[in-house]
């Protein structure tokens, strides 16, 4: 073991270095089926925002996953590096919006993406609950610690961490995995994600981290919209798509979820991106007129099921996000879960 600047002891693996100024996060695999495997731990699938966190002097910076600076959005978490014993540190976890019951909801959350006047920022702090959910730890005081086994980097975590009001350290079960996916199922949550016990941290996806959800989501393109109808306002849906193989694939239009602030809102933000052609690669056809927009502003939805045709069915809109590019929002291939649990085994064995 080799030992932080404050005596604290590091886990194998770990190197000296200067405290990285850029971190891409790790993200996970989609599979189809929740399973149990000692050799796994299982966290709970965080509603919100993914957030890499960097503390130095005292003071907390919030990175998107696309590298977006997001520390100004939430000056509720300004202080929380005095719930951290560390002097330079780099956090990984996910931004929420929390409901009367503490339980993550995106939707709350959509009312602080993008802000960028204080004043709107500070009024919308008072009346929503947001905190920090930490669940892994990438450096500490001079030691980069990704190339250390994910149950040690968990545990230095949980040493260094003092959980408040607005930053959380995000627990785990160990080889429990479907008791934990009726728990978040029953919520509801939206998934859960299982992580191997000796993964180390790539910045990439990985087969190392797997997600199960509960609730189908996805995040799509915005390629336009349709005239509103009776005493609609704005727009009546948007027309939206996924990726494949470098082509926008048209998948639905979503008309519910939206209020007459957010049908505003996302109208505004259409209106520079106006265009005579239309970016799917083939037309769809809708029931009203459309106005087609350059594939720019990225949309969360949640829908009930995935058609034959490769279409979402019953699309409802939950929020816009700034934390995806429009280009890395593709078709999410689920994959089988036995088949993925047997290649991570045979690999650990070399």
């Known amino acids: 073991m080799a030992k932080a600047a404050n005596s604290r002891e590091v886990c194998q693996g770990a190197k000296r270095i200067a405290m990285p100024n850029l971190i891409k996060p790790m993200l996970a695999t989609l599979v189809d089926e929740p399973f149990s495997n000692p050799d796994w731990l299982y966290e ?14 005292g003071k907390a910076r919030f990175i998107s996953r696309n590298q977006i600076e997001m520390t100004a959005q939430y000056p509720e978490l ?17 931004i929420v919006a929390l409901d009367e019951n503490g339980v993550s909801r995106f939707q709350l959350l959509q009312r602080r993406l993008g802000r960028k006047n204080a004043g709107d920022i500070q009024r919308l ?59 978040v199922a029953k919520v509801p949550l939206e998934g859960m994600i299982a992580k191997r016990l000796e993964s180390t941290y790539a910045q990439r996806r990985s087969p190392e981290w797997l997600k199960v959800k509960t609730i189908q989501q996805s995040e799509v393109v915005v390629g336009g919209y349709t005239k509103p109808r009776n005493s609609r306002e704005y727009f009546g ?47 769809p056809k809708t029931n009203e007129p459309v106005q087609w927009v350059k594939p720019r502003l990225v949309a969360q939805v949640k829908f009930s099921e995935w058609t034959a ?5 019953h699309p409802v809109f939950l929020g816009l996000r700034e ?28």
Not at 44 to 57: E, L, Y
Not at 309 to 313: E, K, Q, Y
Not at 326 to 344: P, W, Y
């Open 323 to 350: 934390d995806k590019k429009a280009e890395h929002c593709v078709f999410e291939i689920k994959r089988d879960t036995e088949q993925v649990l047997s290649k991570a085994a045979r690999k650990s064995k070399r």
């Open 309 to 313: 045709d490769a279409r979402m069915r």
């Open 125 to 183: 702090a008072a009346s929503t609950r947001i905190g920090f959910y930490v669940f892994d730890l990438l450096y500490l005081d001079g030691f980069d610690l990704m190339g250390c086994k994910l149950i040690d980097r968990k545990a230095s975590l949980e040493a260094i961490l003092q959980s408040s009001k607005n930053i959380r350290y995000s627990d785990h079960i160990i080889g429990e995995g479907e008791k934990l996916f009726q728990e």
């Open 44 to 57: 709970t699938k965080w509603d919100g925002v993914r957030a890499v966190c960097f503390i130095s002097r």
């Open 237 to 283: 849906a948007l027309v939206v798509g996924l990726y494949r193989d470098g082509k926008l694939h048209y998948v639905a239009h979503t008309g519910g979820g939206f209020n007459h602030q957010t049908l505003a809102q996302i109208y505004k933000l259409m209106q520079p991106l106006k265009t005579k052609d239309c970016s799917f690669i083939d037309k």
């Open 78 to 94: 300004a202080d929380i590096a005095q719930s951290i014993r560390g002097s330079s540190v780099i956090l990984d976890g996910e």
